[in-house]
């Protein structure tokens, strides 16, 4: 759907979907995913950097303040990989954007879930990668974990009656992501970034682009 400018600026608009969960370099375990609010204004700072990109949105309230909102999304190659650049966006952009808020409420902050541009385009942070006609031969290469990845799912499994209690407990604030512990495998390897995987004589190295984790697999 195409937006106008009159339709765009200066306008918050608090709107409550249902939405999925998504991972990002950090866990999301400070934002509220269960809700999403929608903010239509215009983009004041755009931060292209890693380990997340940031996207200042300037709104106007119902009360007619000014009120400057964090949006905070993936890291530069997972939006690279997205059709996102550097260039993208400019001070002055006007968007529509639909975030998932922090669970601050006090604060101006939302995990970023799409994007609409003044032009029609719609951005997303992870759309489903890029299917390649080229076909490998070997594990041996870089892989791109992007393609299938919101289908993907580590195994089905049963869980045990311990397991059964100790999911009733869990909050994602128990995540050792929280305080950036990476992930082991076989997670790791599944998750939308980079794996380059090389071969040795009596070992295989996988490594991940995601906080560039190595692991050593004995043959």
């Known amino acids: 759907m195409r937006l106008t400018s009159a339709a765009i600026v200066g306008t918050i608009l608090l709107t409550v979907f249902p939405t999925a969960r998504a991972l990002g370099h950090h866990s999301p375990a400070g934002f509220n995913q269960e809700i999403q609010v929608t903010l239509q204004g215009t983009v004041s700072r755009f931060d292209w950097v ?6 200042y949105i300037d709104t106007t309230t119902g009360a007619g303040e000014t009120a400057e909102w964090l949006i905070e999304t993936d890291p530069v190659p997972i939006l690279s990989r997205n059709g996102w650049s550097k260039e993208i966006l400019a001070v002055g952009d006007l968007v529509t954007v639909r975030a998932s808020p922090d669970r601050n409420a006090e604060r101006n902050h939302g995990l970023l879930v799409s994007m609409a541009m003044e032009s029609g385009l ?19 290469g870089v ?17 045990t009656e311990k ?14 992501a929280v305080e950036c ?13 980079l794996n380059a995987i090389e071969i040795l004589e009596d070992t295989v190295i996988i490594r991940s682009e995601f906080y560039n984790v190595d692991r050593t697999v004995y043959r």
């Open 143 to 159: 892989w791109d974990g992007m393609r299938g990845f919101s289908r993907r799912r580590v195994s089905d499994f049963v869980p």
């Open 50 to 55: 890693n380990p997340h990109v940031y996207i």
């Open 181 to 193: 512990v990476p992930h082991t495998s076989p997670f790791l390897p599944v998750l939308p970034y």
């Open 122 to 140: 719609v951005l997303t942070p992870r759309a489903d990668g890029v299917e390649f006609a080229a076909r490998a031969s070997s594990l041996a």
């Open 163 to 176: 397991g059964l209690a100790a999911i009733g407990v869990y909050t994602e604030a128990d995540s050792p």
